[in-house]
């Protein structure tokens, strides 16, 4: 067991509080801190000391794959840590995103390397990901029904979309959503800033309303604050609104459509980096490759933690991804197993103290808003204490309904 050093993304939408309170730091921070990020990805690794040395997680993992993480995991992810987990604390909207599915981020990677191909890509893995909201976390999350996003757009009363909601009332399937996105985002460039100070205008008129979509509606004006002029701002009225109360979880299948907007959250992924961006950021957009990767048929469930029979007070975020599952544990005196029992994993203090215990009297302390890597050979681990503990895994072998 080893105490982590994890590494801040200093992203602008980020926090000038949370991740430092979350630490015990001073407030507000100089800069805005968007993600603490605790896992291998070479684009920042955390650290750990061993045998008196500071190396990288992801060195670590290299050097003896099948003593951190195991057999079966290294044989299936190349001897390589596959999930990453994150502390997210975003004060303002992240870009409206898309994230590459395996085969779709293997074969576009390979032509960026070989110059053929798209240079949006970053590494050759996937990217589906969990989000477990702390506070209540604002989320615009998939497609909206097709019905439902044309009456969305009909209800701002803007002549310029009669014919995206018309493009949405007469497809047959899905597709139709794909097509009206494309509409939006390449709006002629003439014409875009009128659109989108039109759309604020009407959102804002629509948000004083009591109707059901008031609140999509105001997320629009407070995040046209930030990106004035953005396309995306309209575009974005094709995707789901949603509020996540702490404790739910987000499943963001790759290939899914969205857009978080503000809140904090636990946030665990396939150890990847590939965003596909359309809108609301200043960053790279690459409006082509998002269409083509994005799929109008992902659905993006809510989801609860699931006690785990036998395990005390664990439970788990259950979906379907083989890189990562999400345990959460709430710490209590009495020693409890640490959930999952095998595999490499990270476990995460918040709100609390924590003590890992295992075989030979060795233990790892950890504070709030610190961390830990348990490699696959510490088996029998023990977590007791106060507050409540995350613990990040591998989705090959976990304790599935």
Not at 97 to 114: I, K, M
Not at 206 to 232: K, L, T
Request: net charge negative; aromatic share 4%; with cysteine.
């Amino acid at each position: 067991m080893d105490l982590l050093h994890p590494i801040i993304k200093p992203y602008a939408w980020g926090s000038r509080d949370a991740l430092a309170r979350l630490q015990g730091r001073a407030v507000p921070t100089a800069a805005p801190e968007a993600e603490l990020w605790m896992g291998a990805h070479p684009a920042g690794p955390a650290r750990i000391t061993r045998d008196g040395r500071s190396v990288t997680l992801d060195e670590v993992v290299a050097r003896a794959p099948q003593d951190e993480v195991g057999g079966d995991c290294a044989a299936r992810f190349g001897g390589r840590l596959p999930f990453l987990l994150k502390v997210l604390a975003a004060d303002q909207p992240l870009s409206i995103q898309v994230h590459p599915g395996r085969e779709e981020a293997r074969a576009a990677f390979a032509a960026q390397l070989a110059g053929t191909g798209d240079g949006s890509y970053t590494d050759d893995w996937p990217k589906p990901e969990l989000l477990c909201a702390l506070s209540t976390f604002e989320v615009l999350a998939g497609f909206r029904a097709r019905e439902e996003g044309a009456a969305m757009l009909e209800g701002l009363g803007l002549p310029a979309l009669r014919p995206v909601s018309a493009l949405l009332r007469a497809g047959g399937d899905e597709t139709a959503l794909t097509a009206a996105l494309r509409t939006l985002l390449e709006w002629p460039a003439d014409d875009r800033g009128t659109l989108v100070r039109q759309t604020v205008r009407a959102c804002a008129r629509r948000a004083r309303d009591a109707g059901p979509f008031a609140e999509a509606y105001g997320a629009v004006v407070r995040m046209a604050a930030h990106h004035p002029g953005d396309i995306g701002l309209t575009a974005s009225l094709l995707l789901r609104h949603q509020v996540l109360e702490p404790g739910t979880a987000l499943f963001m299948p790759a290939g899914g459509l969205h857009a978080y907007v503000r809140g904090v959250g636990v946030e665990l992924m396939a150890c990847s980096d590939n965003v596909l961006r359309a809108g609301l950021t200043s960053k790279e957009l690459d409006v082509p490759e998002l269409l083509r990767v994005t799929d109008p048929t992902v659905r993006v469930p809510v989801v609860r933690p699931r006690a785990l029979p036998g395990q005390g007070s664990a439970e788990a975020y259950d979906c379907p991804a083989e890189e990562f599952t999400l345990c959460r544990i709430a710490l209590s005196p009495s020693p409890a197993p640490l959930v999952p029992e095998s595999g490499p994993r990270i476990a995460l203090c918040l709100g609390g103290t924590a003590v890992l215990r295992g075989p030979r009297d060795r233990t790892l302390e950890l504070g709030p808003g610190m961390s830990g890597f348990v490699p696959d050979n510490d088996r029998g681990i023990t977590a007791e204490g106060t507050g409540t503990l995350f613990v990040a895994g591998t989705g090959l072998d976990v304790h599935r309904p």
